[in-house]
């Protein structure tokens, strides 16, 4: 108690804690400073230790009066004063070691003394504090485990329709497989077809730049012939204007002209055929372009389609990361859990040690008091021998008494031999008697000492 771990309080701040929050009604409005200082009443600190039994441990005052002893007792009233006090006494050994006292005696119910009531009362209320903590602390573990499940059972709910919705949107219906089946063999063909009708596409989009390149090709040599037949001419009118030349060379040269001139309109007329023949093409190729972009549009419309089922996709796989962000979450969840079991186990485990030293404490204490009542029982079965002496010795005094009067009766000659006799026998039996009266109040004291021990 010198190196004691809590604080001494004041005589008010106790008088005010117990009024609070162990005692209620009278008993809290009757409860003064006068209690326990300068001299503790012992039945008001009996009470308030009854108290807080029974706010600790559910133990009502009334439990403390009951006999812990068999039916047929000869003399109950001597356990009447005595249960109640031995009661508490025990209950307060096994809980005050909590408290960091480890002195209580009996002394401190019987006549309690001021600053060991005091120390004891504070020691009390600093574990009740304590008592208090725990419990908000605990009440908060508890909500916020409470809470952690009640996520923990949302987070399952959600992952369960997800993977609902993820099994409706990956799996087709019956009725519709026929008709997927279907899309999905046009759908072959039609890229088939689109690859194909690309390629000629293709190849036509070559021809016709081939003709293209041809067609610019031979209108640049008709422009070139346009210009050379220009000069031409202008060098003829020029030549016609400084030379006068022979009939004949004239006539020559204008058949030589003429020959160039028909050349001339064969090429253009086999530029002309030419040039229908790529018009023809041109269109060819229009009409061509006009299916392609049918086709185009077609494969726009499976591209949407083909989009929206990739969008489909893509909820698929963000619901499938939900899904698993969902899972790594309850996977924390279900690690704290398992810590909390953890801590909870260790509290469990240190708590059933506690329990352990308690009753093995509880067990000495047990021992100690069966010693105690065996001692009494010893003096008790004393008690009981004496009393069956002074039953035998009356019993003698009754015999005597019978011998005497007999002897009276047919002793009337020798009167004053018997008077002499029983004199003397009067004179022993009281010296008996007397003896008898002495053992019987040393008996008595005896017990009375042994009653205000107890």
Request: with cysteine.
């Amino acid at each position: 108690m010198n190196e004691n771990t809590f604080p001494v309080y004041k005589v008010d701040t106790i008088v005010q804690f117990y009024r609070t929050e162990v005692l209620s009604g009278q008993e809290a409005k009757h409860f003064t400073k006068n209690d326990i200082t300068p001299a503790p009443k012992p039945e008001s600190i009996q009470r308030l230790y009854m108290r807080v039994l029974q706010l600790l441990f559910r133990f009502r005052p009334e439990c403390h009066y009951t006999v812990p002893l068999c039916e047929n007792i000869q003399y109950p009233m001597l356990y009447e004063w005595v249960t109640p006090i031995m009661s508490v006494y025990m209950r307060m050994c096994q809980f005050l070691p909590l408290c960091h006292v480890y002195d209580f005696s009996l002394n401190d119910l019987l006549n309690p003394k001021s600053k060991r009531t005091i120390t004891i009362l504070s020691a009390i209320q600093n574990f009740l504090h304590f008592r208090k903590q725990r419990l908000e602390v605990t009440s908060a573990h508890q909500q916020s485990f409470r809470s952690d499940m009640d996520r923990l059972q949302a987070y399952t709910r959600e992952i369960k329709e997800a993977e609902r919705k993820i099994e409706k949107l990956t799996t087709i219906p019956p009725e519709q497989q026929a008709e997927a089946k279907e899309l999905a063999a046009v759908l072959a063909e039609l890229t088939a077809n689109t690859q194909h009708e690309y390629q000629d596409a293709n190849a036509i989009n070559e021809k016709v730049a081939q003709c293209k390149t041809e067609v610019a090709e031979m209108s640049q040599k008709l422009t070139q012939r346009k210009v050379d037949v220009a000069t031409l001419k202008d060098e003829i009118a020029k030549l016609k204007s400084q030379i006068v030349e022979s009939p004949e060379e004239l006539k020559n040269e204008m058949e030589k002209m003429k020959e160039n001139v028909k050349s001339i309109r064969m090429s253009k007329e086999l530029a002309d055929e030419r040039l229908v023949e790529l018009q023809m093409l041109v269109q060819c190729a229009s009409q061509v372009e006009s299916e392609i972009q049918v086709l185009l549009k077609q494969l726009q419309d499976l591209q949407s389609s083909m989009c929206k089922t990739n969008q489909q996709k893509e909820e698929v796989q963000s619901l499938a990361a939900m899904n698993e962000t969902l899972q790594k979450e309850l996977k924390s969840l279900s690690s704290e859990e398992a810590q909390m079991k953890r801590a909870l186990a260790m509290k469990l485990d240190k708590e059933s040690k506690q329990q352990i030293r308690r009753q093995k404490k509880k067990e000495v204490k047990d021992q100690q008091v069966k010693n105690i009542y065996g001692q009494y029982d010893k003096i008790h079965q004393k008690r009981e021998e004496f009393v069956k002496m002074i039953e035998e010795s009356n019993r003698e005094t009754k015999q005597f008494k019978e011998k005497m009067q007999k002897l009276r009766e047919k002793c009337n000659q020798q009167t004053q031999k018997a008077q002499e006799f029983y004199d003397r026998l009067l004179t022993t039996l009281e010296q008996y008697n007397n003896r008898i009266e002495s053992i019987v109040v040393e008996t008595n004291a005896d017990t009375l000492k042994m009653k205000s021990h107890f």
